[in-house]
């Protein structure tokens, strides 16, 4: 079964950073479309950064844009998402995703046009 690995997550105090990485196990996704998702306490998941199969666009979502570099390394088949400068309002459970198909170009910035899913890292920054 092809399964995404996110990793990374952890404990850091406000203003901290830490790195996420998604490495599939199974499959390469080098020609797939990625995206990172959050879902905090009692909301629903919420979009924060997709990239493109090339790696040559990315998007982020306003609460999070120019705090977090989303990235990917296809000799690794591996994506991340480097965070700065957390705030205590990133806390949350956050997934990797996949595209449902491959070579799509642009980027994907729905939940419903993502195909495969990590089981979640936990970020908690404390205030």
């Known amino acids: 079964q092809v399964q995404l690995r996110d990793s990374g997550g952890g404990l850091v105090q406000a203003g901290g950073s830490l790195r996420l990485s998604c490495a599939p196990s199974g499959r390469t996704f080098v020609t797939y479309a990625m995206g990172w998702f959050r879902q905090a306490p009692g909301k629903e998941r919420e979009f924060v950064a997709a990239?493109?199969?090339?790696?040559?666009?990315?998007y982020y979502a306003d609460s999070v844009k120019g705090r977090f570099t989303i990235s990917r390394d296809n000799a690794k088949n591996t994506v991340y998402l480097q965070m700065n400068t957390l705030k205590p309002e990133d806390t949350a459970v956050y997934y990797c995703?996949?595209?449902?198909?491959?070579?799509?170009?642009?980027?994907?910035?729905?939940?419903?046009?993502?195909?495969?899913w990590g089981q979640g890292t936990q970020v908690t920054v404390s205030s």
């Open positions: 990239i493109s199969w090339s790696g040559d666009i990315a």
């Open positions: 995703a996949a595209d449902r198909i491959a070579l799509r170009n642009g980027l994907r910035l729905r939940e419903v046009e993502y195909g495969y």
